[in-house]
Each structure stands twice: as structure tokens, then as C-alpha cells.
Nanobody, 125 residues
Framework: QVQLVESGGGLVQAGGSLRLSCAAS????????MGWFRQAPGKEREFVAG????????FYADSVKGRFTISRANAKNTVYLQMNSLKAEDTAVYYC??????????????????WGQGTQVTASS
């Protein structure tokens, strides 16, 4: 049974930082590219950041480029999202997702096979 469990969310003042983690189990982690998505109240889920199976390739939404960094530790079956200079508009539930690496990387949420339950991030202004 595949499980993705996010942690590290919380309440932070605008301008602050948070580091999200996503621990994976039940799959061969290094066979999957990983992504982070977010969904704010009343809005559709949107892509935030993605990383290839090896970590060699990363890509970001324009809205977070230069502020957020995605990374992974395959030995720990974990993907991270370091979020700096948080803004009120970054407030959302953040989800990690896994996509079989053989299918390539994607910014489309419908291209991911497995999802975590989400963690709330609130940046107060």
C-alpha cells in the first residue's frame, strides 16, 4: 500500500520560512518523480514544484521561482519543499504527489498516480 505523508506545515508570518517534508512508503521511491501542489480555498489545485527521480532536474511555477526549493533524499524516501519569503498568497493546503519516472516529469496534477493527504500552510500578513 502506497503512502505519502506530508509534514512541516503551520502558521508563519509573511516573509518567514517553512520546510515541508513528504515521506513515502510502499513504492520504490527512486522510480518516481515527485511534485508539490497546493490548493487555496475556492481555487483549483495548482502545480508548485517538481523533481526528477534522481534529483538532477527541478522545475517550478513562476509564482514561487526564486523563493521555493524542492529536493529529495532517495535513501530516506523523502522529498522536501523549502519555502522562503512566504507571502499571504502562498496560503494553501500543500500536497506531495508521485509519478512513475518512466513517464517523465509533469506539471499536470492528472499525471500523478499517488497523493498525500496534505498539510496546511498559512502565511499571515
Amino acid at each position: 500500500q502506497v503512502q505519502l505523508v506530508e509534514s512541516g506545515g503551520g502558521l508563519v508570518q509573511a516573509g518567514g520560512s517553512l520546510r515541508l517534508s513528504c515521506a513515502a512508503s510502499g513504492l520504490t521511491f527512486s522510480s518516481y518523480s515527485m511534485g508539490w501542489f497546493r490548493q487555496a480555498p475556492g481555487k483549483e489545485r495548482e502545480f508548485v514544484a517538481g523533481i526528477s527521480w534522481s534529483g538532477a532536474s527541478t522545475f517550478y511555477a513562476d509564482s514561487v521561482k526564486g523563493r521555493f526549493t524542492i529536493s529529495r533524499a532517495n535513501a530516506k524516501n523523502t522529498v522536501y519543499l523549502q519555502m522562503n519569503s512566504l507571502k499571504a498568497e502562498d496560503t494553501a493546503v500543500y500536497y506531495c504527489a508521485a509519478r512513475l519516472a518512466a513517464r517523465g516529469t509533469s506539471t499536470n496534477q492528472y499525471g500523478y498516480e499517488y497523493w498525500g493527504q496534505g498539510t496546511q500552510v498559512t502565511a499571515s500578513s
